[in-house]
């Protein structure tokens, strides 16, 4: 079934909802792409229908509800509010709206950071996975070097616009030459990860780490690490490593912690890799949770 939410802003957001049990949310589109859009994320190594493979490969263990979360933030820029206590509240709001009181979450990249902030900002988390980013000693730093490039490179593109973006960066051999890639993204887009990161520069994952009560999933790609050239930051992004150096010290903290050998940011994203650990995770921590979704 389908509902709808409000979202800080004022747009609608559509939300699908499949299965029974305890509530999990999963900002992704539940909506297979297709056309030049299905062809555009294949060539970054996605699956078109990821957001739906996730949705059917966890609706006989729970109430799922999917949504597309960071398509709602590109379609609906806010480049002055994307804030963590915002986004909570979003979050909250996508739960109000499937009549769950509480909630197990999983996101994944920017979206797994939203997990730690949920975890830490919300009462109503009952578990958490934070995929494809490091919930201790995060590249907090790097990533707001990395956006506000984005937003200068969205800035200078909004004034001479490439004829054929993506031409431009495949190499005779096919491949994509991924420093040449052009920012197709609005500036009013690319703004906002600014502002979330910038509400972040001093945020202090590790006296958080109290503050999270549940059950917590620390999921990552063990080749999950991107050297930015300058003209993206110049910075290096090592989600893998920092999970490996804190792993020790993750679990003696309550995390489980998986990481996938030989799968870089976007290869850990996929189904085939996220399910045969996110499901029996998730069906031993939600087999301890009481409370059931209300009948819809």
Known sequence: MSVTARLHGGAAIEIEIAGSGPTVLLPVNPVPAEGERADELRRWGMDPALGRTLLTGLADLATVVAFDYEGHVLANPKPDTLTP???VADIEAIADAAGATKFTYYGYSWLGLVGIQ???????????????FA????????MLAVTEATHRLALEAAFSPPP??????????????????????TPD?????????RALEGFDDRAAQSQIACPRLCLVGGA?????????????VDMAGLVERNRTELERLGWDVRVL?????????????????????LARVLAAEPEQAPAR
């Open 85 to 87: 206590d915002n986004i």
């Open 118 to 132: 949920v975890a830490i900002r919300s009462p109503r988390l009952s578990a958490v996975c934070v995929a494809g």
């Open 135 to 142: 919930p201790l000693d995060g590249p907090y730093r790097e």
């Open 164 to 185: 054929e973006p993506w031409k431009a960066a495949i190499a005779d051999d096919g491949e994509i030459d991924w420093s040449t890639v052009p920012v197709t993204l």
């Open 189 to 197: 887009q690319t703004a906002q990860f600014v502002t979330l990161y």
């Open 224 to 236: 999950d690490r991107i050297d930015y050239d300058e003209r993206w930051g110049g910075v290096r």
């Open 261 to 281: 050998d030989g799968l870089d940011h976007t290869g850990a994203m996929q189904p085939p890799a996220v399910l045969p650990v996110l499901r029996p995770w």
